[in-house]
């Protein structure tokens, strides 16, 4: 599988709607490819922070600017990879 298709489930994984089978393929993957390990603390940094925010109310981020941020962060993780 190639690295792209793991950032899917990176997104899946952090949101808890990955199959076990699936869970136990990525973090293999993960122990494996810094690449995709950098890209899940990054987006699992970012999810946790908006969440935190989320629930004190202070700021919620729509979920279209969170859908930006992940398409942005894919973007600049691809260009990184050539
Ligand atoms: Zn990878």
Avoid: G, N, W
Wanted: charged share 30%; aromatic share 12%.
């Amino acid at each position: 599988m190639k690295c792209e298709k793991y950032l899917e489930l990176i997104s899946l994984y952090i949101d808890r709607e990955l199959d076990q089978d699936l869970i136990d393929v990525l973090e293999e993957h993960l122990s494996l490819c810094q690449d995709c390990l950098v890209f899940f603390h990054t987006m699992k940094k970012t999810v946790t922070l908006s969440r935190t925010y989320y629930k004190k109310k202070c700021c919620r981020v729509p979920k279209a600017v969170s859908t930006k941020i992940f398409y942005h962060l894919r973007l600049i993780y691809k260009k990184e990879q050539f």
